[in-house]
C-alpha cells in the first residue's frame, strides 16, 4: 500500500537552478495538492489540481508550476530556485474533492535546500 | 477568507495532565474542520474530523460554532502524543484543499 509517494526526500540546490518534485499516489484519487511546510508558518498550499487536467493557484503559487501528468501523477516544477524556497514540501491527494469531509492522504515529504 | 488560527507554537504539559490545543477559525459559512498529526520522522496523517464526532487515540475535539473554535482535548497525555499538531478547515469549496493553521508543537514531559 504505497498511497502517496513522493521523490526525491531530500534536495540541494544552488541559486537559479531548476528542478521537478514528482508525486504519484495509487488510489485512484482525483484531486492532488502540493503544500509547502516552513517552521511557524504551517502548511501552506501553493497549486492544486481538483481533477486531471484541472490545475489552480493556491495560497503561494510563485516561482512554481505545477503538471497533472495523468491521475495518478502531479509534479512541482522550480524554475529557478531561490533560497526562500528552501522548505519542506508536501504532496497529498484525496478522493474526489467534492465532499468536504474527505481527509487527505500525504506523501513523506521532500526537504529542499536553495543554498 | 478563512482562516484558522493556533495562538501557541509550543505546548509543554506533564504525563499524565491535561492537554488542550486550541483552534479559533474564520469562515463565513459551515465549515469541516479537522486535526492532523504530525509525530516525528513521520507523515502528516490524519487525527480526527468533527464530522464523526470520534475520539482517537483519547483525543476529543468539539465544534463551537458560536466561539469559532475547534479546540483538541485529552484528559490524561501521555508521552506518545509528542507530536505536531495542525488544526485544518475546508470550506464548501471542496476540491480546493485544506486552509491549515500554523501548528502547535506538543512535548509531553516524563
Known amino acids: 500500500n504505497a498511497g502517496v509517494t513522493q521523490t526525491p526526500k531530500f534536495q540541494v540546490l544552488k541559486t537559479g537552478q531548476s528542478m521537478t518534485l514528482q508525486c504519484a499516489q495509487d488510489m485512484n484519487h482525483n484531486s492532488m495538492y502540493w503544500y509547502r511546510q516552513d517552521p511557524g508558518m504551517g502548511l501552506r498550499l501553493i497549486y492544486y489540481s481538483a481533477s486531471e487536467g484541472t490545475t489552480d493557484k493556491g495560497e503561494v503559487p510563485n516561482g512554481y508550476n505545477v503538471s497533472r501528468l495523468n491521475k495518478r501523477e502531479f509534479s512541482l516544477r522550480l524554475e529557478s530556485a531561490a533560497p526562500s524556497q528552501t522548505s519542506v514540501y508536501f504532496c497529498?491527494?484525496?478522493?474526489?474533492?467534492?465532499?468536504?469531509?474527505?481527509?487527505?492522504?500525504f506523501g513523506s515529504g521532500t526537504q529542499l535546500s536553495v543554498l | 477568507a478563512q482562516r484558522v488560527t493556533q495562538p501557541e507554537k509550543l505546548l509543554s504539559v506533564f504525563k499524565g495532565a491535561p492537554v488542550e490545543l486550541k483552534c479559533n477559525y474564520s469562515?463565513?459559512?459551515?465549515?469541516?474542520l479537522f486535526w492532523y498529526v504530525q509525530y516525528s520522522r513521520q507523515r502528516l496523517q490524519l487525527l480526527l474530523r468533527h464530522i464523526s464526532r470520534e475520539s482517537i487515540k483519547g483525543f476529543t475535539a468539539d465544534l463551537n460554532k458560536g466561539e469559532t473554535s475547534f479546540h483538541l482535548k485529552k484528559p490524561f497525555a501521555q508521552e506518545e502524543d509528542s507530536a505536531m499538531y495542525y488544526c485544518?478547515?475546508?470550506?464548501?469549496?471542496?476540491?480546493?484543499?485544506?486552509?491549515f493553521g500554523k501548528g502547535t508543537h506538543l512535548i509531553i514531559q516524563p
Open positions: 497529498a491527494s484525496t478522493g474526489s474533492g467534492a465532499s468536504i469531509n474527505e481527509k487527505l492522504f
Open positions: 485544518a478547515l475546508r470550506g464548501r469549496g471542496g476540491a480546493d484543499g485544506l486552509t
Open positions: 469562515y463565513s459559512g459551515s465549515p469541516e
